[in-house]
């Protein structure tokens, strides 16, 4: 159980393009998923909360404007890099907290986007 | 503030010796401690985690953690390494005092851990 699966696993994009990420869990209800973004051989940074039906959460320093973060239902959430750059290159982790448990998240595969 | 330190870079251990990956942490309050490995390219499995209760923690794959609370420690320990448990080790920390950072994950830098034969 608690299986959370991102689409695509992989992406290529060119500079100016908007990717879409889906985030989903599979076998239980979120109301709260994280979306991380992780540079090679560094920690995960914390970019935003999504909460489903509402807005999302951002750290200080994302630009909400950049990356968009739909949350329309318990089980998915879309993270959308707007107009992308070179340095949006990066592995993008979604994590999803399960409404029945109090204390774990369960982590997507993560997605590597990389803008040419 | 919240923060969790991880000391080392890199651990280099042989296959059969015990391995540890050293966590401490700085929190405001009860901490809530976690461990997540990473292999390449992939997502983060969780390995065990400390709410309360025994100080030590058994989680997957071998591995068990020792909460000292007079040390803010969190070590992670297997008794005897395997050349799988290569990878990208994760400590982090759970904030359960603010409202409006309820369910956020603070992590550390990463150690990466190097199991030779």
């Known amino acids: 159980g608690a299986v959370v699966s991102q689409h695509p696993s992989w992406v290529i994009c060119k500079s100016g393009t908007s990717v879409k990420i889906e985030c989903r869990s599979l076998d239980f209800q979120a109301t709260t998923m994280f979306w991380y973004r992780q540079f090679p051989k560094q920690s995960l940074m914390l970019m935003a909360t999504?909460?489903?039906?509402?807005?999302?959460?951002?750290e200080q320093g994302v630009e909400k404007d950049k990356f968009l973060i739909n949350h329309a239902s318990l089980t998915l959430s879309t993270l959308t890099v707007t107009s992308a750059h070179p340095e949006d290159s990066s592995f993008y982790i979604c994590?999803?907290?399960?409404?029945?448990?109090?204390?774990?998240?369960?982590f997507g595969p993560g997605t590597r986007l990389t803008v040419t | 503030a919240q923060s969790v330190a991880q000391p080392e870079d890199q651990v280099n251990v042989a296959e059969g010796n015990p391995l540890t990956v050293k966590c401490t942490y700085s929190v405001s309050g009860n901490p809530y401690l976690f461990w997540y490995v990473q292999y390449p390219n992939r997502g983060l499995q969780f390995l065990l985690k400390?709410?309360?209760?025994?100080?030590l923690v058994k989680g997957s794959y071998g591995f068990e953690a020792e909460f000292n609370k007079s040390q803010t420690s969190f070590h992670l320990k297997k008794p005897s390494a395997l050349v799988s448990d290569s990878a990208l080790y994760f400590c982090a920390v759970r904030d359960t005092r603010r409202r409006d950072s309820w369910g956020k994950l603070q992590f550390g830098a990463g150690t990466q851990v190097v199991v030779t034969p």
């Open positions: 994590s999803a907290r399960d409404l029945q448990e109090l204390y774990e998240q369960y």
């Open positions: 999504s909460n489903e039906g509402s807005k999302a959460t951002y």
């Open positions: 400390y709410i309360t209760g025994d100080n």
